[in-house]
Antibody
Framework: EVQLLESGGGLVQPGGSLRLSCAASGLSISSYAMYWVRQAPGKGLEWVSGIRGSGRKTYYADSVKGRFTISRDNSKETVSLQMSSLRVEDTAVYYC?????????????????WGQGTTVTVSS | QSALTQPPSASGSPGQSVTISCTGTSSDVGGYNYVSWYQHHPGTAPRLVIFEVNKRPSGVPDRFSGSKSDDTASLTVAGLQAEDEADYYCSSYTDSNTLVVFGGGTKLTVL
């Protein structure tokens, strides 16, 4: 079965850290840009971060810049999101997703494969 | 406040058509043909229904179509069915340093 599997979510106190992982199963992600998208309770989807297939270029939403770091290990077909200085407003379901178009490009075409999400709760 | 503007709600009766708009700027929707649309049922993973303005992934019914005029993109769902009731989000490439912007979402109700 083709799927992305997120893990690493949980309960953390404000100011704490958490590392999310996304593993590919039944599909390759090594040549694709990968993204993290979140949905806070009662809110819409919010794009969080992205990384090119090579890993050499990363992108962040202003709301997480300087606190979150995206990385990837193409040999293991995994993508990670290191989250630090967490805030209550970071509470959300976090999804990883793959770009529609693989290979080397500089754009965002859309996200065609999504994981089921992992829940992050930031609370004291 | 989302970077792309969508109406919060839309509705239609079974068999009817409904169109959802998504307004951005020349830095995103208006400047590039990289608009995508997602269907999201609560508790499930979002589903891509349109990419590159008007392309459908395999498995998406041709009842779903996309278009764009200037800074506004649109998603049309024809022949509404009960299972089309969901939240719909647009997104776009942006030439700002963030790469991607989303709309705030539109809740589609099938009456």
């Amino acid at each position: 079965e083709v799927q992305l599997l997120e893990s690493g979510g949980g309960l953390v106190q404000p100011g704490g850290s958490l590392r999310l992982s996304c593993a590919a199963s039944g599909l390759s992600i090594s040549s694709y840009a990968m993204y993290w998208v979140r949905q806070a309770p009662g809110k819409g989807l919010e794009w969080v971060s992205g990384i090119r297939g090579s890993g050499r270029k990363t992108y962040y939403a202003d709301s997480v810049k300087g606190r979150f770091t995206i990385s990837r290990d193409n040999s293991k077909e995994t993508v990670s999101l290191q989250m630090s200085s967490l805030r209550v407003e970071d509470t959300a379901v976090y999804y990883c997703a793959r770009d529609v178009v693989g290979g080397s490009h500089s754009y965002f075409y859309g996200m065609d494969v999504w994981g089921q999400g992992t829940t992050v709760t930031v609370s004291s | 406040q989302s970077a792309l503007t969508q109406p919060p709600s839309a509705s239609g009766s079974p068999g009817q058509s409904v169109t959802i708009s998504c307004t951005g700027t020349s830095s995103d929707v208006g400047g590039y043909n990289y608009v995508s649309w997602y269907q999201h049922h609560p508790g499930t993973a979002p589903r891509l229904v349109i990419f590159e303005v008007n392309k459908r992934p395999s498995g998406v019914p041709d009842r779903f179509s996309g278009s764009k005029s200037d800074d506004t993109a649109s998603l049309t769902v024809a022949g509404l069915q009960a299972e089309d009731e969901a939240d719909y989000y647009c997104s776009s490439y942006t030439d700002s340093n963030t790469l991607v912007v989303f709309g705030g979402g539109t809740k589609l109700t099938v009456l």
